[in-house]
């Protein structure tokens, strides 16, 4: 039985239904469901990399580099949104400063 969530209408729940409507009719059967029938990755995702390093003089430092998904999946991501940007209705990567997450980190 299908019963429509509440995050229907969010993006996120617009986008399922989206791809449900697309590749719902095949033998996977997804259409009229809320989820897309496939697992999808469930790694925590924070924007940005911070790591302490050791430099030769022992003296640690810090290192902040942005990334775009998990630690496993945001190379592979980064690739995808330079060569053909951010889709349609994401939230952008920029509203988190990487400058303030610079100096947070200090």
């Excluded at 095949?26 to 995702?45: A, L, M, Q």
């Excluded at 190379?75 to 940007?85: E, T």
Aim: glycine share 10%; charged share 30%; with cysteine.
């Amino acid at each position: 039985m299908f019963t429509r969530s509440a995050a229907t209408n969010t993006l996120q729940g617009r986008a399922i239904h989206s791809i449900n409507e697309r590749w719902g009719n095949d033998f996977r059967s997804w259409n009229g469901h809320e989820t897309i029938g496939i697992p999808v990755c469930k790694k925590k995702y924070a924007p940005f990399d911070i790591r302490l390093i050791r430099g030769k003089s022992e003296k640690l430092g810090v290192t902040v580099n942005r990334v775009y998904g998990c630690h496993l999946h945001s190379d592979a991501r980064k690739k995808v949104i330079q060569k053909h940007g951010e889709r349609k209705g994401w939230e952008p990567f920029g509203q988190w400063s990487l400058r303030k997450a610079k100096q947070m980190a200090r």
